[in-house]
């Protein structure tokens, strides 16, 4: 009763978060904040919304106590397949080719957000036979297609988290809270229709 009780105190707070940022939306123009603490996509759809919000509300972010970049990354990158699938959640097949190494596995949640995919129902695999990448294959039906992030953007990130190391000399409280806000920063300003190279291997895939 006790985790039921847990559960649906989680789900409740996922969906008034998310409700809470859908109603920012209406009125917000693009790349534009929205009340206090929410940020607007400079391309928002619902479903960004969506998995923004599941990505502050879920317990594994509660644990690490930040916010990351290659999270945010890795659902863009997600929500960007499923764009050009045209597929709702649960239906891609995903490889992550990002590692089981932080920070760039951090990836993997963010996929696993934004797809439905999941390890429990072999619908998404870590690919470990080779140096970790930011980089993810889709897989619908016939169709596959290679989604990696431009070295421009990847260049970007790791500025930015070097000025943070810098800053506060290591990995402190206080880095992680940076962390979280040039995350929400590095959301907001990277568009994921322009950040990623995008190969189509197989089949056919929407523009």
């Known amino acids: 009763m006790r985790t039921r009780r847990v559960v649906a105190g ?22 534009a ?3 206090p603490g929410v940020i607007v996509d400079t391309d928002m759809a619902a479903d960004d919304a969506r998995a923004l919000a599941l990505l502050l509300a879920s317990p594994y972010f509660h644990v690490h106590r930040h916010l990351g970049t290659y999270s945010i990354v890795g659902a863009k990158m997600g929500l960007r397949a499923r764009e050009r699938f045209n597929v709702a959640l649960d239906e891609l ?14 990836v993997n949640d963010g996929l696993q957000v ?3 995919a999941s390890l ?17 294959v889709f897989s619908y039906g016939e169709g596959r297609l290679r989604l990696r992030l431009k070295p421009e953007f990847a260049k970007q990130i ?3 988290m070097a000025e943070l190391v810098k ?11 940076d962390v979280r806000s040039v995350s929400l920063r590095h959301w907001l300003n990277f568009d994921r229709k322009t950040m990623f190279e995008e190969t189509v291997e197989s089949g056919q895939v929407t523009p």
Do not use: W
């Open 10 to 31: 989680i789900l409740a707070g996922v969906f008034a978060l998310a409700a809470g940022m859908l109603t920012a939306l209406a009125p917000a123009t693009a790349g």
């Open 33 to 35: 904040h929205s009340g």
């Open 93 to 106: 097949h995903v490889e992550s080719r990002a590692g089981l190494k932080p920070p760039l596995s951090c």
């Open 114 to 116: 934004a797809t439905g």
């Open 120 to 136: 429990g129902r072999g619908t998404i695999t870590v690919v470990t036979n080779g140096p970790p990448v930011c980089e993810a």
């Open 158 to 160: 790791a500025a930015d």
């Open 167 to 177: 800053r506060h000399g290591g990995t402190t409280p206080e880095y992680f809270q």
